[in-house]
């Protein structure tokens, strides 16, 4: 069973350009979520995708978007970065269609705006 | 909305005495919870789950939860802590009585372990 992966680990940009993040979903499941994790702080939802559609949605301005994928990956992206999106980005996937199943968690892309 | 407490951001134990990190939590529906350990630079993993199916939750690495309702509390214990421990673990709980739902976190313990 292949577990949750994400790309680039690390990513350096500067404020004012644009990133994007991709996501493997584990094997079986069909939802992914991305939380933003700056640092000294737990992870904040940022959205859901269930079925290619956003499923739900933090406190986080339109310009992080994302995608899923028919095969369950998804992409996260953040236009006009800013400082403060510097932080430990997180993608987790879970299984809609199994009660209890929980959410699993990749590595991360710590990503520096400078 | 949900809300979850975990009260002392900084845990200090000794080798082989008891870990107790204490979580509260606030849901309007009967919760789903969790409890994450993160190690420096890594993502989460999922120590334990509580679903409902029983109050007595026990997760991996010797770690276990108990669900108390009446106290909306759901604290995580090790009988005997490990230098191996020593990470920081969140508490959280799902939205909307799924497993899958958006999860609200903790603002984390950083657990120390002493030789």
């Known amino acids: ?114 | 909305a949900q809300s979850v407490t975990q009260l002392g951001s900084h845990v200090s134990v000794s080798e082989g005495a008891l870990v107790l990190l204490r979580c509260n939590y606030s849901s309007s529906v009967p919760p789903y919870l969790f409890w994450y350990v993160q190690y420096p630079n890594q993502g989460l993993q999922l120590l334990l789950k509580y679903t409902s199916a029983a109050t007595l939750v026990k997760g991996i690495n010797g770690f276990e939860a108990e669900f108390k309702k009446s106290e909306t509390s759901f604290h995580l214990t090790k009988p005997s802590a490990h230098m191996s421990d020593a990470a920081e673990y969140f508490c959280a709980v799902a939205a909307g009585g799924t497993s899958y739902g958006k999860l609200t976190f903790g603002q984390g313990t950083i657990l120390t372990v002493h030789p």
Request: hydrophobic letters at 30%.
């Open chain 1, 1 to 114: 069973e292949t577990g949750v992966t994400q790309s680039p680990t690390h990513l350096i940009k500067t404020r004012g350009q644009q990133v994007t993040l991709r996501c493997s979903s584990q094997s079986g499941h069909n939802t992914v979520s991305w939380y933003q994790q700056a640092l000294g702080q737990g992870p904040q939802f940022i959205f859901q995708y269930y079925r290619e559609e956003e499923n739900g949605r933090g406190n986080f301005p339109p310009r992080f978007s994302g995608l899923q994928f028919p095969n369950y990956s998804s992409e996260l992206n953040v236009n006009a970065l800013e400082l403060d999106d510097s932080a430990l980005y997180l993608c987790a996937s879970s299984n809609a269609m199994t009660s209890g199943g929980g959410q699993f968690f990749g590595p991360g892309t710590r990503l520096t705006v400078l």
